[in-house]
């Protein structure tokens, strides 16, 4: 398996400002993945990062609110823009080897007041 | 459009019986399955797996059937223990390849001591 870590753990933000989290696989993977999960729902894919492209976005997402990066097989980054309290959620990286199933990091809790 | 359905949003099983946690599915192109299970303030963590080929797949205390005509799968654990209370996640995935997942809304299982 692989140990997946995400940086913040949760944070609280203020409307229309942005944040940027990112995601740390411990060893090289081939495919890594966005989710999230709102209040009492369940977890929803927002787009898979592609190593050296542009992330590929599911319906109803879009590049300009979540700008994705995947410089490397083991490192992405989400960024959540220009906030309003609806992006509130917990939001979840992650990642499998090409033989593997999927490895999900512990999650970023976000708060928008 | 709520693809994978759990409809069971909690269970409540005594320590050392049989939990039983119940997922149904509308999309005819799934054909690979998982069951995953969280805890507060952690990432999903997996727990097993079947593919459309088979119509039970064991791994020591949990088992999933899988019953295609029913587009019905199913987990059990035996005996339940009180680490097993957490969420449980049902996902499905057009194909191991594909590995875009989409997840049933979560049945939260309790243990009674």
């Known amino acids: 398996s692989a140990v997946i870590s995400q940086k913040p753990s949760r944070d609280i933000c203020q409307r229309g400002t942005s944040l940027t989290i990112q995601c740390q696989v411990d060893s090289q993977v081939t495919m890594m993945f966005w989710y999230r999960q709102q209040p009492g729902q369940s977890l929803t894919l927002i787009a898979t990062?592609?190593?050296?492209?542009?992330?590929?976005?599911e319906s109803g997402f879009v590049i300009d609110k979540f700008p994705i990066s995947r410089p490397n097989l083991t490192f992405s980054t989400l960024t959540v823009s220009n906030m309003s309290p609806e992006d509130s959620s917990i939001y979840l990286c992650?990642?499998?080897?090409?033989?593997?199933?999927?490895?999900f990091g512990p999650g970023t809790r976000l708060t928008v007041l | 459009d709520q693809q994978v359905k759990q409809n069971s949003p909690s269970l409540s099983v005594q320590e050392g019986r049989i939990s039983i946690l119940n997922c149904d599915y509308t999309?005819?192109?799934?054909?690979?399955f998982l069951w995953y299970k969280k805890y507060p303030a952690e990432g999903p963590t997996f727990l097993i797996s079947i593919s459309s080929i088979k119509d039970k797949n064991e791994d020591g205390r949990f088992t999933v059937f899988l019953n295609k005509s029913a587009k019905h799968l199913s987990l059990h654990i035996v005996p339940s223990q009180p680490g097993d209370s957490a969420v449980y996640f049902c996902a499905a995935s057009a194909d191991f390849g594909n590995e875009k997942l989409t997840f049933g809304t979560g049945t939260r299982l309790t243990i009674i001591p």
């Open positions: 999309n005819s192109m799934f054909d690979y």
């Open positions: 990062a592609n190593q050296g492209s542009e992330a590929t976005y």
């Open positions: 992650s990642a499998r080897r090409s033989t593997d199933t999927q490895y």
